[in-house]
């Protein structure tokens, strides 16, 4: 397993690098964009890696970050989403606002991304909604750990604001209310400011009008 490359840079070509690492000279798969940051034709460079081994098929695929791997390691674990489309994804959307979409359930960003249409942005969000919710979970305890901010991330405020509507909504249908009634008046709240207890009250005034 290699995690990531580092040499020369000796060829920059569509849809692939070549790095030079003590006389070797390493096919890397790339998106476009990705190509473009890497840096020049001569230069040192270093890129994280994520080798793909099958019975027809030995590839590289780099990226510049670890956040880009990351991102690239879940899309590729939906079903029905490979490497090359993994690649497209990555070369449309920031990590961090791909995962912000997933978590917000924002279909909607989803399918500006080429080759994703709703039912594929519903797959993805059903998908990996929680996968990240836990990859968020295990960064905020590293973080801790190392004494790093306390800061949250858009996306760990995307996360809680599920968490407090998720909560809202149980309590609401325990109430008697139907479900689709209630994600309609929640629609029309902005959530971020209100508490559970909070939402459960605003919930119950508008769906008693």
């Known amino acids: 397993m290699l995690a990531y490359i580092k040499g020369t840079l000796e060829m920059k070509m569509t849809g692939y690098i070549v790095i030079d690492v003590g006389g070797l000279g390493y096919k890397i798969f ?14 040192k460079v270093k890129v994280h890696t994520y080798y793909k081994v099958r019975e027809d098929d030995v590839s590289i695929y780099g990226f510049n970050t670890l956040e880009e ?16 489309t993994a ?5 449309v959307c920031e990590p961090s606002e791909f995962a912000l979409a997933v978590i917000s359930e924002d279909v909607k960003t989803l399918t500006q991304i080429p080759g994703i249409g709703a039912k594929s942005a519903q797959r993805i969000i059903l998908e990996l909604k929680d996968k990240i919710a ?8 590293n973080a801790q750990i190392n004494n790093k901010s306390a800061t949250k991330s858009k996306i760990q405020v995307a996360i809680d604001n599920n968490q407090k509507v998720a909560e809202a909504m149980a ?39």
Do not use: C, H
Request: proline share 0%; net charge neutral.
């Open 30 to 43: 790339m998106s476009d964009v990705g190509i473009e940051k890497i840096g020049n034709i001569g230069e």
């Open 69 to 84: 791997l990351k991102m690239f390691e879940l899309l590729i674990s939906v079903s029905g989403v490979g490497a090359k």
């Open 171 to 209: 309590a609401l249908q325990v109430l008697g209310y139907n479900k689709k009634e209630i994600e309609k008046e929640f629609a029309k709240l902005d959530k971020n400011e209100l508490s559970t207890e909070e939402l459960i009250k605003k919930g119950l005034n508008l769906l008693g009008k």
């Open 134 to 141: 836990k990859q968020q979970e295990i960064e905020k305890i």
């Open 87 to 91: 690649l497209t994804m990555l070369a």
